[in-house]
């Protein structure tokens, strides 16, 4: 028998190859997609792979053939060429479908072994059997004769370029679990692992154990940084505390980075008292002194502590307590930690639902206002009112102001309140004037919220004018935080209002952190003397600050008021030192004002 001379056209079978990596990248860029895509979608995606997985290896086969430069012709049977396409589209499907469940790990597993026998199925199984279907047709032969399957170099061909498509998959796999896995897991700043890394680390390690705890820290100071030294400083910061936080748990749990300066340790296996004991070991470790480009700097931190299975069975519930147990820390001065109860649970619940209902208090009228008189102890006169919120909750009754009135500080309702204060107060107290049953100032206390905007002036002066007010019938209320707060833009607002003809006092002095220094350059009309030295006026100690308060305000030449006046001995005592006006139970309590004008005129008589 003759020999059969048998070539190769390179050209053709580099684009076999191409066609066969063009295929194999783009069914993986199709099922990329199932991750991301409902059920119906995810079906699709998938076929839709298959489909371009499985053309690409008919390309490259028939591609290959093509490539073939023989002496005769080469025909095919269409049947089983048909039964070759269908076992390449279904074992390619399969392939792809068990692909789908090893795509995130990294490890060696059966999903993947079955994923490379399918795939491999499809392009062995698709070759050979469009191989036995063919026949070669010679023109030096009577007949024909079937091709020849031991093609080794053809066969060969084949094997590598299924080879290097499950090298394309692994590699996938690869940049998928160790580099792709870094950035989604972990907090590029500190190296700490985030909150997806945090969820998945719950998921599959935390609670394999009989207990644990779960710490909500945050830093206290750690805004005050970051404004005044930049973002630079803070964020090199946060990479010591990280640090920090790390050497603190060391082995025994795990630290995430939650954004900003939060973050979760999580210690599996750890009963309440190594979780305080741990607690306090933080906090000592934190409050050490930071020195960060050249600053020194010191913060504290909070904590908030959880403990499993007690507060939750689920990462949800743990870290929900944690937090609660932290803003307890937070409120109670910081630089603590606290073990959740359900007694935070309890004021938590209560806070969620009066800030909630807080939001809708003033478009339902609920607010009022009550007025406490001001008395001239010497002349027994009203010299003037304070005028104090009061929220009636259609289901709780009235809400102390202790209440309510930080949860509108912190979420700025505060704001809306005192406007609407304002006018109800020029409105009543105008009424008053024009019925001659009062002719005297009422104060408002203010806010810290109102001087940020820098809007005050414009509010009281409109306040005034729909009113009718006249300026100095108007008094308002600043504390010494306040004054000292942004001192220069305060200052500068609050006299404003004092050329317009409006009085201002300093509340609870004595009590806050100004300093006596500045106290001359704070436009003021009165010093209120607070109620915690009243109160306590027989010891010496106490009786000689408020001695002290009447003389600074005497030098000053402002007015002083003494608050929380309810006894004859304190009003002895009050005017022995200087002291004339009262404020106080002894005199009268906050009334509304129907209330109010009965009191009017009982007392001036």
């Known amino acids: 028998m003759d020999q059969m001379g048998t070539h190769y056209n390179t050209w053709i079978v580099l684009l076999s ?5 063009i295929a194999a990248y783009s069914a993986l860029n199709l099922i990329s997609q199932v991750s991301h895509s409902n059920r119906k979608i995810r079906r699709f995606w998938l076929v839709a792979g298959a489909v371009v997985l499985g053309a690409g290896l008919w390309a490259m086969h028939y591609a290959g053939i093509s490539t073939l430069e023989t002496e005769g012709n080469l025909h095919y049977d269409p049947v089983a060429q048909g039964i070759s396409v269908i076992v390449t589209l279904l074992a390619a499907y399969v392939g792809i479908f068990l692909f789908r469940k090893f795509r995130g790990q990294g490890n060696f597993n059966f999903w993947k072994l079955g994923s490379a026998l399918f795939i491999g199925f499809a392009v062995t199984g698709m070759h050979f059997i469009s191989l036995r279907a063919s026949r070669l047709e010679l023109d030096s032969w009577l007949g024909t004769k079937p091709f020849a399957m031991e093609n080794v170099i053809l066969l060969t061909g084949v094997s590598l370029v299924a080879l290097f498509m499950l090298a394309i998959s692994g590699g996938a796999v ?35 154990v009989n207990s644990g705890a779960v710490f909500f820290v945050d830093l206290d100071r750690f805004k005050s940084i970051n404004d005044t030294l930049g973002h630079d400083v803070g964020d090199l910061l946060l990479q010591e505390v990280a640090d920090r936080l790390r050497k603190c748990v060391s082995l ?37 002194s930071y020195s960060v480009e050249g600053n020194e700097l010191y913060v504290t931190a909070s904590i908030g502590i959880s403990m499993a299975p007690v507060h939750g ?30 007694e935070m649970n309890r004021h938590q619940v209560r806070r969620m639902s009066l800030e909630k209902d807080l939001r809708r208090a003033l478009a339902r009228s609920e607010f009022m206002v009550v007025y406490q008189p001001k008395w001239d102890s010497l002349m027994n006169v009203t010299v003037g009112l304070e005028a104090l919120l ?15 009135i930080p949860i ?35 104060s408002i206390n203010m ?15 409109e306040a005034l004018i729909r009113s009718g007010l006249e300026p100095h019938f108007l008094e308002l209320e600043i504390t010494e935080s306040i004054a000292m707060n942004n001192m220069e833009e305060t200052v500068a607002q609050l006299s404003k209002l004092r050329a317009l003809g409006v009085r201002v006092s300093l509340d609870d002095f004595g009590t806050g952190f100004s300093s006596l220094g500045n106290l001359d350059e704070i436009p003021v009309n009165t010093l209120k003397i607070d109620q915690v030295f009243i109160r306590k006026s027989k010891m010496h100690s106490k009786k000689a600050i408020i001695s002290n308060i009447i003389a600074i305000a005497s030098n000053l030449n402002m007015e002083v008021v003494a608050e929380g006046v309810e006894t004859p001995e304190q009003i002895e005592l009050l005017q022995s030192l200087g002291c004339r006006v009262m404020q106080g139970f002894y005199y009268g309590r906050p009334m509304p004002v129907n209330e109010l004008g009965q009191w009017f005129i009982e007392n001036t008589a």
Not at 422 to 441: D, K, S
Not at 449 to 460: A, I, K, Q
Request: aromatic share 12%.
């Open 17 to 21: 190859f191409a066609l066969a990596v």
């Open 174 to 208: 690869f940049l998928d679990r160790h580099v792709l896995e870094i950035m989604a897991y972990n907090d590029p700043l500190t190296e700490l692992p985030n909150r997806h890394g945090l969820e998945r680390y719950f998921k599959d390690e935390f609670f394999g």
């Open 252 to 288: 025994k749990g795990k630290v995430f980075r939650l954004g900003g300066d939060e973050f979760l340790i999580a210690l599996p296996d750890c009963g309440i008292e190594d979780a305080q004991e741990a607690a306090q070991h933080i906090l000592r470790e934190i409050k050490k």
């Open 313 to 342: 069975t689920d990462r949800s519930a743990l870290m929900k307590a944690a937090d609660t147990a932290l803003y307890t820390s937070k409120d109670s001065g910081k630089n603590k930690f606290s073990v959740f109860d359900q």
């Open 390 to 404: 009061r929220w009636r909750h259609p289901e709780h009754g009235i809400i102390s102001p202790a209440e309510f």
């Open 408 to 442: 509108a500080e912190e979420t700025g309702l505060i704001v809306p309140i005192t406007y609407w204060m304002l006018h109800e107060v020029c409105g009543q107290n105008m009424l008053w004037h024009r019925a001659e049953v009062a002719n005297v100032p009422v």
């Open 447 to 461: 806010s810290a919220r109102m001087f940020e905007g820098g809007s005050l002036y414009d509010v009281v002066e």
